[in-house]
């Protein structure tokens, strides 16, 4: 699966039949299923999270670099280094819009990684107390 859309579509369609669950559901197999799914997808959604957060450093570094030749052109130019350092976050203002859209976009996608990474827990959490229930429910019809 290549297409980052299909797989926030897919990670959010389980999100959803997870949560659309009875409060009485057993399907442990079903569960344990869905789990690897959701696992599996967030490998793929890592990825381009990483690709995100590489974009938005160089980003940054590019706002910096911009940012510091202007200010070393104007301290050239005989300007005064508040009114260079200035001069040059002015002209660097292009760069730094980038980066801050880069920015919103990694935290964004960091905080849907990060939620997901909770219902992952949560199903990891039903299906061990499932399993428990089904343990326990073996041992006293032994009795």
Request: aromatic content about 12%; overall charge negative.
């Amino acid at each position: 699966m290549t297409n980052f859309d299909e797989v926030v579509d897919e990670i959010n369609s389980i999100v959803d039949w997870y949560r659309n669950l009875g409060m009485d559901y057993t399907g442990i197999n079903d569960l344990m299923y869905q789990r690897i799914q959701l696992v599996t997808l967030l490998s793929y959604y890592a990825t381009e999270l990483g690709d995100c957060r590489i974009q938005w450093k160089n980003a940054e570094a590019q706002t910096e670099k911009v940012k510091r030749e202007n200010t070393k052109k104007y301290l050239d130019a005989g300007f005064p280094m508040s009114k260079a350092s200035e001069l040059g976050k002015f002209y660097s203002v292009n760069e730094y819009v980038d980066e801050k859209r880069w920015d919103g976009l990694y935290n964004s996608m960091r905080l849907f990684y990060d939620n997901t990474t909770s219902i992952i827990d949560a199903m990891n959490q039903h299906i061990s107390n499932l399993k428990r229930e089904e343990q326990f429910q073996k041992n006293t019809n032994q009795v």
